[in-house]
T-cell receptor
Framework: GNSVTQMEGPVTLSEEAFLTINCTYT??????LFWYVQYPGEGLQLLLK?????DKGSNKGFEATYRKETTSFHLEKGSVQVSDSAVYFC???????????FGIGTKLQVIP | DTEVTQTPKHLVMGMTNKKSLKCEQH?????MYWYKQKAKKPPELMFV???????INESVPSRFSPECPNSSLLNLHLHALQPEDSALYLC???????????????FGSGTQLSVL
């Protein structure tokens, strides 16, 4: 079956530090890959996505590249802000019909 | 309007109560979903409706009963729940133009349910 593995948190960084959150996946076929973000007390919001190998998704300074050879989709940001504090979920959708598989989520805390 | 609206935001119920969770979207999306999220866990899919028909039921106990009265509304009827059913219940929608196209989900902010 499909699965997503992402690093356990929490991750604590100082403001303006570089962020990497690792994500690897197992899937049949050719999945689409996503990063969702969940702020406290809210639902999930799509942060970025990539639908095929070597695609780079980007949004709000965050980037992730779909690496088929390493089955990875690591999230990066060059300079984090306090407002980026949230839980980040890596996810995949494969085989159609919107059956999204989420990773466990990584909590990011950015301190001033 | 790019929102998925869920009511109520918080719900406390006893094990013998009957209650309903409501979800509404006006984006013209034809697929709607219920997810369950326990604390510090990822969302788990419960049900998917596509074009107002139930297309996926992830072996959810019958004490959870979904309903899709029209393309904009999704309900989750709750009856005889257990304390372990306490969780954040998230509704989501997607355009569902093409079942083979892996689309993004739009989530509501959820209903935090506590079963006493």
């Amino acid at each position: 079956g499909n699965s997503v593995t992402q690093m356990e948190g929490p991750v604590t960084l100082s403001e303006e530090a570089f962020l990497t959150i690792n994500c690897t996946y197992t899937a049949t076929g050719y999945p689409s890959l996503f990063w969702y973000v969940q702020y406290p007390g809210e639902g999930l919001q799509l942060l970025l996505k990539a639908t095929k190998a070597d695609d780079k998704g980007s949004n709000k300074g965050f980037e992730a590249t779909y690496r088929k050879e390493t089955t990875s989709f690591h999230l990066e940001k060059g300079s984090v802000q306090v407002s980026d504090s949230a839980v980040y979920f890596c996810a995949l959708s494969a085989g159609g019909y919107q059956k999204v598989t989420f990773g466990i989520g990584t909590k990011l805390q950015v301190i001033p | 309007d790019t929102e998925v609206t869920q009511t109520p935001k918080h719900l406390v119920m006893g094990m013998t109560n009957k209650k309903s969770l409501k979800c509404e979207q006006h984006m013209g999306h034809r697929a709607m979903y219920w997810y369950k999220q326990k604390a510090k866990k990822p969302p788990e899919l419960m049900f998917v409706y596509s074009y107002e028909k139930l297309s996926i039921n992830e072996s959810v106990p019958s004490r959870f009963s979904p309903e899709c009265p029209n393309s904009s509304l999704l309900n989750l009827h709750l009856h005889a729940l257990q304390p372990e059913d306490s969780a954040l219940y998230l509704c989501a929608s997607s355009q569902s133009r093409d079942a083979s196209f892996n689309e993004k989900l739009f989530f509501g902010s959820g209903t935090q349910l506590s079963v006493l």
